[in-house]
Each structure stands twice: as C-alpha cells, then as structure tokens.
C-alpha cells in the first residue's frame, strides 16, 4: 500500500545560537484525523504501528537528502506516538533553525505505510489506543503498519498533536524522555484505563517537553484544569485522626496509588511474556488495556524491558546511560523493579502450566482450605441412627444427635530457589527462565501425585482391606467387565456409619499403565465378542462410556513403591465423594514465585517458587482395590 501522510501540529522554542538541538515530537494523539488524502478519516492502531530504530525527520515531504533536516527515535506511550531527535547541519536542518530563531511555528507529521486496513461504519465503537472512539462518519482503522518518517511542515490537521526544539536542559526541568511516562503513571485512572491519557491536555505536556515547564508546573496546571477527570496522585500527606488529609508541600515526586503500581508492575511481567514468546499466557493472565500497553513498550531485547522498569519507577530521577548502572537501578527493593515483574511474570507462566499439567488425582480427589501448617481434622458428620423417621400423628419430630468421622491432614511447604545471572540479561537469554519457570509450575503436581500416591500404596491401617469391604484379591480380579462389575458392586454396597446404603456412582477407573489399553477398551468398545459356547447373550458393553480412565505411571514403579503392582487397579467415585483429600494453604492452589534479595557474591536476582499443601486418605467408602491376581 502506498505511504500516507498524517498531519500535526507543531510548536518551536527558541534556541541558543552554534548548539545541537534535540527535538521533541508528539506526532500523534491516537484519535481519528480527518483530511487525509486518498482515505479521508484514519485512525492508526498504534498497538500494530511498526518502529523503525530510527526514522528521518525531514523538511516537508519531498523525501529527499536536501530535505532531511535531522532523524529521530520512534516511540509509543499511553496511546500516543512520539519522536525524539536531534536536527542535522543539512541545509534543510538549518533552515529549521532559522524558523526557530525568528520564532515561527511550524507542524508535524508522520507519514505510515499501511499493511493492512478495516473500513469502519458509522455508529461503530472501538477501544483502542487506551481510550474508546466513537466512529460517527466512514473511517479508515490502519491495523498495521510501518512508521516511515516525521516532517515539519507549514499545516497539518491534527490539533492534540505537538512538537519542540529544547537548546538544553535547565536546572528544576523535565525533559519529555523522563516526564511523559511519570506523568502518565501519576494520572492514570486505575479505575478506568480509557483515561490514562487524556488528549486534550497534550499542549500543557508540551511545555515539560521542550523544558519550557517544571513538572510541579504541569501538575498544577492538570488540577485546575480537569480536577475530575484526572487520577489525582497520592501526597504521601498525613491522615489526622478526623480522617482529613493535612496538606504537605508538593515535590512533583510523590508517591502513586497502589492500583498504578500494581498496573505497572503487570504491564512489565505482560511485556516479559511478549518477548520471550508466551503470548497466549499473557493474553490469558491480563486484561486488553495492561496488553496494549505491554505491545506499546516495543520490547526488542530484555535490557528494553530492563530500561522501561526504570522509567516507570516515580523515585528515579532519569535513565542510567551507562548498562550496568541500569541493572543496578532495575534491580532496585521497588514494586516496580525489574524483578518484581518478573516474580509477577513467572507466576502466571507456573500457574497456567500447573493448570495445564496432566494429573491422574484432579478428577477424583477433593481440595480443602487450611489456615495454617498445624495438623487439621477433616470431619464427617452424620445422623446418629439412620436417617429420617416417620412423622407420626401429632406432628412430633425425633430428636437425634450427630455423630462424626474424621481424617487428620496438614500442609507443608515445597519448593525451590533459583537464581538469574546478570549476564543473561545482558545477552537477552531469558528463555531458560521461561522454560524454567514452566518447569516449575509441572513439578508442583507431580509432588502432590508424590504424596497422593506414596499414602495410597502405603495403604497404612488396611485403608483399603476387606474388613472396610473396598478389596478384593481373588483370582477374578485381573481387570475384565466382569471384573469391573465386581469393583462396581462393591463400592455401590458401601454402607455409611449407620449401616445404611449411600449408593455411591463409580466414575474414575485408576489403573498403571501395564493396563491401560485393557481399561481403554472396557470403557470405549460399544460392543462385546459374543461368546460362541453359549447363545443369547448381549453384544452391548454395560460400562461404554461410563467410565473415565485416569493413568497412573507410580501405581507400578517398583522404584517409587514397594507396594507398586502392575495388576492393580481401582475403581473411584470421583470428585462428589472424594477418596482422598488435598489441603492448600489459605485455598491457594497455584504456586507462587517470590523475588528475595540475591546474597553479596550473586551478581542478578534470587527468586524462589514454592507451593503449600498436603494430602489425606479421607473417605474408604469412596474406592475399591481389585489385586488382578
């Protein structure tokens, strides 16, 4: 598709004569722009809007060397699209100058290169750029696209767009590099992440750009002027015991809502994800505007990522040129720290692939939250003499007393610390750490069948033993449908503690995996071999997808058991009355990552993964073993 042009407004500070200047651009404000030859009304996604590493700004859009005026570096925060340069000692760079010394003012624009368009209706509303747009005429949405240039030209249609020329810093100014992202962060809504940045205010920012204005300048300027639609920021003010808030001076460098640190911190763990290629995690962990925003950061190399922790940290003043003093500032005690988004980051990578992990026990064992590590006890009540008695004549119902069954169980805590080397953040070789962090969330199950399975081949006190009437070792119980049937008679024959049937519904068959084809095709044939000795019989098979099959390699792994059989098996009546039971602490079934303070002589970050829970045999009534021998 051929390059579109994209005009804006730019303003142009005067600058001292013989210096460098450093141009600041706000090419665009990520809302509709109307006028634009051969589309007429754009709007530019800027989530699918490709930077370059570093575009020409030129003089009007003759595309050519005399007029280049300077290049510039691309940028996306908070739904607006930025360019910071410096202008060449071109002809065109000091024709530039010119204007700027007799203080004309000029526009900006950029041009893009469109891949791929969406023509929108009137009456359409879509969410992009961190706000809502409402479409009321036939627009043009650019999907994706490729960022080509930015020039200076006499008039462009944007208005909520900006650009300056700074000679230099001064004392008690910011520049646009260290402001835009503070000032976003300090007036982000937490509530309502379409307000992050509110376009209209963009020529207020611009004086903090051009270090024309004190950051405690903008602040004052956004609360008189929209005191509330802004986020206001957190003044670290003392509470009196009325509840009033005593007022403090104003330093430009309080302290943010919660909400926006938290916000940030998620936004680096998404961008984390999106580097090293778990997408569909993040997609699945984060909600569209924390997405958005984790794209926007353009995230090439982890020390991208490295770079942006800093920027979002309110307490620093500036990015450390210098890498090792990056990494020194990233892996700051701060919320925002680079190690605290990768905890975040690792998190949500171990739950999913704990989710995700194949685990013979989930379908036929219950959970139970505990509060502490103490040893618990999981209660069975029940009716002291059966159930219901008849209402006689008179309407008087029988007192009764409850009785009960328990089970003890306690949690204890697993896990493991690992370390990650500065050198790999140096050479982007973060992918181990994916790897590993996914290693972990498959270990935590694998422990809880560790538990699980040593308790149930334990068998201790003859769990399973024909006084509990849940074992049979005949010569019959090698696993067949008649066998089955067997299993299936005897747990719907359990009997509760009053001697009363409870009509148990058989669902799991857990067998090793010497029998798993035989258990396979028992539950998934339709049909059965007539027997040719005897006529009449059924060709239907009673248990064709009765059943789920769940597959236990430790049920024969002599080397895990003594107890290990590769005849085995058993039949479970599933989640409704668990066989066993699994105790997390505090209901927390997930694993969770932690960053600690690595030691003196550990150059990177420690962080550590770790699950607690326990397990219990809770319930005999709710399974059968059938010896198969």
Do not use: C
Not at 2 to 30: C, R
């Amino acid at each position: 598709m051929k390059t579109i042009t994209l005009y804006g407004t730019a303003t142009l500070s005067k600058a001292a004569p013989g210096k460098v200047k450093k141009v600041y651009v706000v090419a665009y404000n990520g809302d509709v722009l109307d006028g634009v030859a051969g589309y007429g009304r754009v709007v530019v996604d800027l989530a699918g809007l490709e930077l370059p590493a570093t575009i020409p700004i030129n003089l009007d859009h003759e595309n050519s060397i005399r007029s280049l005026a300077g290049q510039g570096k691309p940028k996306i925060s908070g739904g607006i699209l930025t360019v910071t340069g410096t202008l060449a000692n071109s002809e065109a760079g000091k024709l530039v100058m010119d204007l700027l010394q007799s203080g004309t003012q000029l526009q900006a624009s950029i041009e893009v290169q469109p891949r791929t368009t969406t023509n929108l209706d009137p009456g359409e509303t879509i969410e992009i750029n961190w706000r809502k747009i409402e479409i009321t005429a036939p627009t043009v949405l650019i999907d994706a696209g490729v960022l080509r240039a930015v020039a200076l030209v006499q008039q462009g249609a944007d208005t909520q767009t900006s650009a300056r020329l700074a000679a230099k810093k001064t004392k008690g100014t910011s520049t646009m590099e260290t402001t835009i992202e503070h000032l976003q962060a300090k007036y982000r809504n937490p509530d309502n992440a379409e307000k992050l940045w509110d376009p209209r205010v963009n020529a207020i920012f611009a004086a903090a750009f051009a270090g024309e204005a004190t950051e405690h300048e903008v602040d004052a300027v956004l609360k008189m002027s929209h005191p509330r639609e802004l986020h206001q920021p957190n003044t670290s003010a003392r509470r009196g015991t009325a509840g009033e808030i005593d007022n403090q001076p104003h330093t430009g460098r309080e302290s943010i809502s919660a909400s926006s640190l938290e916000r940030a911190r998620e936004v680096l763990a998404a961008a984390f994800l999106l580097h090293t290629g778990a997408e569909p995690t993040a997609v699945k962990a984060f909600g569209a505007p924390v997405m958005q925003a984790a794209r926007e950061l353009r995230v090439r190399h982890v020390m991208d990522l490295v770079e942006a922790s800093v920027q979002l940290n309110p307490t620093m003043h500036g990015v450390p040129a210098e890498k090792s003093e990056l990494l020194r500032a990233a892996f700051g005690p701060s919320t925002y720290s680079f190690p605290s988004a990768l905890g975040l980051a690792g998190e949500k990578l171990m739950s999913e692939t704990y989710q995700n992990t194949p685990a013979s026990w989930r379908s036929w064992t219950g959970t139970k939250p505990v509060q502490s590590f103490r040893e618990h006890t999981g209660i069975r009540p029940y009716l002291l003499g059966g159930g219901f008695d008849e209402v006689l004549p008179g309407g008087e119902i029988k007192h009764t007393a409850a009785g009960e069954e328990t089970y003890t169980i306690s949690a204890d805590t697993y896990g493991k610390l690992f370390q990650i080397d500065r050198r790999d953040l140096v050479n982007d070789d973060l992918n181990m750490l994916v790897e590993l962090f996914a290693e972990i969330g498959r270990q935590a199950p694998r422990k809880i069948a560790d538990l699980l399975y040593t308790a149930i081949l334990a068998n201790a006190g003859s769990y399973f033993g024909t006084a509990n009437a849940n074992f049979d070792d005949g010569a019959d119980t090698a696993l067949t449908v008649a066998s089955l049937g067997l299993a299936v008679a005897l747990l719907r024959k359990q009997k509760d503690a009053n001697g009363k049937p409870i009509a148990l519904t058989p669902a799991v068959i857990l067998v090793p995996p010497e029998l798993e084809t035989a258990a396979a095709s028992i539950v998934n044939s339709t049909t059965m071999q007539r027997d040719t000795t005897v006529d009449m019989q059924s060709t239907g098979n009673p248990w064709a997808g009765r059943l789920a099959v769940e597959v236990e390699p430790r049920l024969s792994d002599s080397d895990f058991h003594a107890s290990a059989s590769t005849t085995a098996w058993y039949l479970l009546s599933g989640k409704a009355t668990p066989t066993a039971i699994i105790a997390y602490l505090n209901g927390r079934e997930n694993p969770v990552v932690e960053q600690i303070d690595a030691p003196a002589n550990v150059l990177g970050v420690s962080l550590r993964g770790y699950i607690d829970f326990g397990v219990a045999l809770s319930d005999h009534r709710a399974g059968v073993l059938m010896a198969g021998a």
